[in-house]
């Protein structure tokens, strides 16, 4: 059935150097990246258990078992019925395993599933935490995930153009969210964001009633899910004509977006490059309507370490992806962002989305 993915193989030399026996990863994203399996389990128990004598445990609810014994996994699997207790399966299936120290993924798993794993094992120590391990570890991509977050990239980039067609007086927010949906026919990596004219100026606010009219500046930020990587894109534009001053904070935020995506290699820091946009919005006196960090990173979630922000100390190495999406906000007057996603190579930053940066100004349609 083949060898364990490297990136479980990494988890399993892990536990060897920590001396730790066993890790119980309950997040399905963590799941996904560690196996392959993706799936969805709502409120029922889903867990891979990964022993340092180089075993691993699918566990999953009996629902899952035709997909689960089709899927290509070199380890075991266990189910467990509705109405039996997961976690006394859990010790059932895992009986001849070293099982006195665990290693969790805190951040996924429940106080109250926390007492209950607990309570099948007393005695066993579940202090150690995986989540660090597991974040570092997908810092920087293999070219593999690369190419996959230039497919969802590809679909963003198409996404806008949706949208950007959808535009006519009178049209809401909510109304274009659901066209851009509609036409895409692709999964959304998280609810697509359209905001129009005083809207605009909130930041990440979802779409509401706002309706266009001439002299708004409207907000696109969205993304897709696509072999299970994430894409992620802002892109705004002027519907009729604006304003003078609309224009010069629009070309504040594209000249910032350009000088950190120009400027970004390895061997910053996050808050170098955080600084690289700030210090243009800064000195084009926009720099309190500047709220957000830079950016963040992106791979399996759209939403992913590390992140773009004033102050991190993280060093920014080839192969990790993440955003670049300065932003001004200013109230009865415009919000404008410009986002790309990208992966930094040892040339610099290169964007997943290539949608024009320049300012579009969309003519009035009834």
């Not at 196996?35 to 128990?45: D, F, I, K, L, P």
Request: glycine residues 10%.
């Amino acid at each position: 059935m083949g060898e364990f993915r490297d990136s479980l193989k990494k988890l399993i030399a892990w536990l060897k150097e920590e001396r730790i026996d066993l890790a119980y990863v309950a997040d399905p994203t963590s799941i996904a990246y560690l196996t392959g399996y993706a799936s969805w389990t709502e409120e029922r128990v889903m867990a891979l258990l990964v022993s340092r004598e180089e075993a691993a445990l699918l566990f999953a609810p009996a629902i899952n078992e035709g997909e689960l014994r089709s899927f290509a996994w070199p380890g075991a699997v266990a189910f467990y019925q509705d109405g039996e207790s997961p976690w006394k399966k859990i010790k059932e299936a895992i009986a001849a395993w070293p099982a006195r120290t665990w290693a969790l993924e805190g951040g996924s798993l429940s106080l109250a599933w926390y007492r209950a794993l607990q309570a099948e094992f007393p005695g066993s120590e579940m202090e150690a935490d995986i989540t660090d391990f597991l974040k570092k570890a997908r810092l920087r991509k293999s070219p593999e995930e690369v190419a996959k977050l230039q497919v969802a990239g590809a679909q963003a980039d198409l996404a806008i153009e949706i949208g950007i067609a959808a535009l006519r007086s009178g049209v809401s927010e909510g109304e274009l969210a659901a066209e851009i949906q509609y036409q895409l026919r692709v999964e959304p990596s998280f609810p697509t964001i359209v905001q129009i004219g005083e809207n605009a100026a909130n930041v990440s606010a979802l779409p509401g009633e706002g309706r266009l009219a001439p002299g708004d500046m409207v907000i696109f930020d969205l993304g897709t899910m696509k072999n299970g990587y994430a894409s992620d894109v802002s892109r705004t534009v002027g519907y009729g004509e604006v304003s003078a001053e609309q224009r010069q904070i629009y070309e504040t935020v594209r000249q910032a977006q350009q000088a950190a995506a120009d400027g970004a290699r390895p061997g910053m820091t996050a808050g170098e490059v955080d600084e690289l946009a700030r210090r243009v919005i800064r000195e084009a006196g926009y720099g309190q309507y500047f709220p957000h960090r830079l950016g963040h990173g992106i791979g399996m979630q759209v939403h992913e370490a590390p992140g773009i922000q004033p102050g991190s100390d993280t060093v920014l190495e080839a192969g990790m992806c993440f955003s670049i999406e300065p932003g001004i906000y200013v109230p009865g007057v415009a919000g404008v962002r410009i986002e790309d996603c990208g992966v930094l190579t040892e040339k610099g930053f290169e964007p997943f989305t290539h949608f024009s940066k320049e300012l579009q100004i969309l003519p009035i349609k009834k």
